[in-house]
Nanobody, 118 residues
Framework: VQLVESGGGMVQPGGSLRLSCAAS????????MSWIRQAPGEGPEWVSS????????YYADSVKGRFTISRDNVKNTLYLQMNSLTPEDTALYYC????????????WGQGTQVTVSA
């Protein structure tokens, strides 16, 4: 299993970023996927999840209405569109295989850093 995130960077408050996660080594189209973030000095925080057919998407209250999770099962790629970013969104963002409560989280990518600062 390989999960490779990209798209992180530094952005000003109010800005946008789109994270991508290229997945390989498993049947991507059959697996729930998630994004989890970890801010400096904090524990991991679940951000969002999506079911295999993209018919169900789930968000933490802290990002609801600002972030959109999506997937391309042909390209084996997971996305996270992040809008209206605030400094509180600064974290290392991980692409994770699985979903809490549905088989668990068993593989994590290396993470991509998102920094929101003026």
């Amino acid at each position: 299993v390989q999960l490779v995130e990209s798209g992180g960077g530094m952005v000003q408050p109010g800005g946008s970023l789109r994270l991508s996660c290229a997945a390989s080594g498993f049947t991507f189209s059959s697996i729930d996927m998630s994004w989890i973030r970890q801010a400096p000095g904090e524990g991991p925080e679940w951000v969002s999840s999506i079911n295999p057919g993209a018919t169900g998407t789930y968000y933490a209250d802290s990002v609801k209405g600002r972030f959109t999770i999506s997937r391309d099962n042909v390209k084996n790629t997971l996305y996270l569109q992040m809008n209206s970013l605030t400094p509180e969104d600064t974290a290392l963002y991980y692409c994770v295989k699985g979903r809490i409560g549905v088989g668990g989280l068993d593989y994590w990518g290396q993470g991509t850093q998102v920094t929101v600062s003026a």
